[in-house]
């Protein structure tokens, strides 16, 4: 998918791409869905009897600012803050995890619906990179045009996510897969580890896996917060969505300060340089 070159000396603003990255990116993942659901369902009361006034739009708005904020924090930084990088995943996570519910419910396009449109932001968001930049490598995001491009394309796919999430656990009665929680997040697994398999034994684009692996996490992450916080006549094991998201964040500061976070060691970083 990225045939343009960069320069060896480029100093990537994004974590190294390890096993420690992949399991930070599921747990930020899953606590963008307990958290957002904790503002927009609990707080907000969009699932109760007496829900405010369009609480899902609400909930973007409110992500939406501070998601914003920490993009711009991001950019401005002139090098990797891991920090300050996880930060704004979880941000564009539970960013996504309200404007998807907001696409699908508020909007009433359904999942079908919404996760196409969806996809076709992420697709439109990656081809306009593509064509700008010559590259969606994320070895080469350095600059504030490629991480404009690069945060774009990752809130698009987090919202993408967190509606297949959905679509795959919801029943069938209610336009959904019918998988169930766990079903879902079973079947993301999988996925996952087919494309892992696919990395190892194969030579297609690490690009284009990187991309796919990572869209991948967001619905294994929604199905998996959904298992944890709804009602268990539901298959959830209804904790409080506070108190999960709580506990997730504090996990997700432990592994940050005990990995280690450097720049660059993306798939694909030994292609580009030949």
């Known amino acids: 998918m990225s045939s343009a070159k960069f320069p060896a000396d480029v100093i990537s603003k994004v974590p190294a791409v390890t096993l420690g990255f992949w399991v930070i990116k599921i747990l930020a993942t899953t606590l963008g869905e307990t958290g957002g659901d904790t503002v927009t369902m609990s707080w907000l009361g969009e699932t109760t ?3 405010v006034p369009n609480g899902y739009l609400i909930g973007t708005a409110i992500f939406g600012v501070l998601l914003i904020a920490l993009v711009w924090a991001q950019v401005r930084s002139r090098e990797l803050n891991p ?9 564009s996570t539970t960013c996504g995890t309200t404007l998807a519910d907001f696409a699908d ?3 009433g396009i359904g999942y079908p619906g919404g996760s196409l449109l969806l996809l076709a932001c992420v697709l439109l968001s990656l081809f306009i990179w593509w064509r700008t ?12 045009r490629e991480e404009s491009f690069y945060w774009l394309t990752i809130t698009f796919s987090q919202t993408l996510g967190t509606a297949l999430g959905d679509w795959s656990a919801d029943p069938v009665s209610e336009g959904g897969w019918g998988l169930g929680y766990s079903g ?3 079947v993301f697994g999988a996925a996952l580890a087919l494309l892992a398999i696919l990395y190892f034994g194969t030579k297609i684009s690490r690009v284009m896996l990187f991309w796919a692996a990572f869209i991948l ?10 298992w944890l916080d709804k009602p268990v006549a539901k298959g959830g094991l209804e904790m409080s969505r506070p108190i999960a998201s709580v506990v997730l964040a504090v996990v997700i500061v432990l592994l940050i300060a005990i990995l280690p976070q450097r720049p660059g060691g993306h798939p694909g970083q030994a292609d580009a340089a030949t």
Do not use: E, F, K, Q
Request: no cysteine; hydrophobic share 45%.
């Open 184 to 186: 879902g997040a079973l």
């Open 105 to 107: 419910r508020s909007l």
């Open 49 to 51: 009897a007496h829900p």
């Open 133 to 144: 930049v010559g590259t969606v490598d994320v070895n080469a995001v350095s600059g504030p």
């Open 217 to 226: 996490t967001r619905p294994l992450g929604a199905t998996v917060g959904d």
């Open 83 to 91: 920090w300050l990088y996880w930060a704004t995943i979880v941000g």
